[in-house]
């Protein structure tokens, strides 16, 4: 018996990487997962290798920089398995590299709507979620590149790291 045994955990960028990763060790642990990612084809073969493995596994395409489709991967998960004990937010976007006077607005929006909102509202609907069930839950949130200090020509990436920092410190003392 491993020590997440009939526990459920929710990973965003859990398709590849790092959160597939993750994914596989909480299903070695016992743990039911929910894969969340932005493709739907990775995320199927994501959850692929976790069944292979034994694993009860979900997946819901979730852009988490989107509060409504945040929501709706809770309530997925919810539905499959009826509670929610871990929720990991992995799901991270670097951006483009160079000088911030040469970076698009647009791409530094995107790394904004991933890394900050997409941390934010996974942690706000979590927290939600733990609250009203009463008997609370794990929020692991990753900090990236850049969360202790400054970074040359990852400017939209490493700040945004340090705002998870500060964000999930401030979460703690909370």
Not at 66 to 85: N, R
Not at 111 to 119: F, Y
Not at 124 to 153: C, M, S, Y
Request: charge should be positive; charged fraction near 20%.
């Amino acid at each position: 018996m491993g020590v997440l045994e009939g526990k459920v955990a929710v990973i965003t960028g859990s398709s590849r990487g790092l959160g597939l990763a993750i994914a596989q060790a909480y299903v070695r642990e016992g743990a039911a997962v929910v894969l969340a990612g932005r493709s739907s084809a990775a995320l199927a073969e994501a959850a692929a290798v976790c069944e292979r493995q034994g694993a009860r596994v979900s997946w819901q395409v979730t852009e988490v920089g989107d509060l409504e489709q945040v929501k709706a991967l809770t309530e997925h998960t919810v539905k499959m398995f009826g509670k929610i004990d871990i929720w990991v937010n992995n799901d991270g976007y670097a951006g483009v590299y160079g000088p911030t006077a040469a970076i698009d607005p647009q791409m530094r929006e995107r790394v904004v709507r991933t890394n900050i909102l997409g941390e934010y509202y996974g942690s706000w609907v979590a927290l939600q979620h733990f609250l009203a069930q009463g008997r609370g839950g794990k929020l692991i949130n990753l900090l990236g590149r850049g969360d202790t200090g400054p970074v040359a020509l990852q400017n939209a990436y490493a700040s945004s790291k340090a705002w998870v920092r500060n964000f999930t410190l401030a979460l703690a003392k909370e």
